[in-house]
């Protein structure tokens, strides 16, 4: 069974960082795209970076510039590095995966996920 635990979140001052990851177990070296999702309060769930089994990634237009998704050579773990965070980055973080790799960058059509971690940014 397919399994994603979040880790990282925390409380952090505009303009910081933070790393999340996300460690699978399971059956997942057949997940060809994985993906960083958020949710803020009172908003819908975004998409907010995805990573494909080439290592093609995409971003939210609101991220580019200041986030980086990557995975580690196994795949094994998903990582979320954020940089000049602004308190409209506060959000629950979850991460994603599905087997199927055509249009990772859609953000859509996920199959699995973590139960998140959330990430505050004061002003």
């Known amino acids: 069974q397919v399994q994603l635990v979040e880790s990282g979140g925390g409380s952090v001052q505009a303009g910081g960082s933070l790393r999340l990851s996300c460690t699978t177990s399971?059956?997942?070296?057949?997940?060809?795209?994985m993906a960083w999702f958020r949710r803020a309060p009172g908003k819908e769930r975004e998409g907010v970076a995805t990573?494909?089994?080439?290592?093609?990634?995409s971003f939210a237009d609101s991220v580019k510039g200041r986030f980086t998704i990557s995975t580690d050579n196994a795949r094994n773990t998903l990582y979320l590095e954020m940089n000049s965070l602004k308190p409209e980055d506060t959000a629950i973080y979850y991460c994603?995966?599905?087997?199927?790799?055509?249009?990772?960058?859609?953000?859509?059509?996920?199959?699995?996920w973590g139960q998140g971690t959330q990430v505050t940014v004061s002003s």
């Open positions: 994603a995966a599905r087997r199927t790799g055509a249009y990772c960058h859609y953000m859509s059509s996920f199959d699995y």
């Open positions: 399971g059956y997942t070296y057949s997940m060809n795209c």
């Open positions: 990573i494909d089994s080439g290592g093609s990634t």
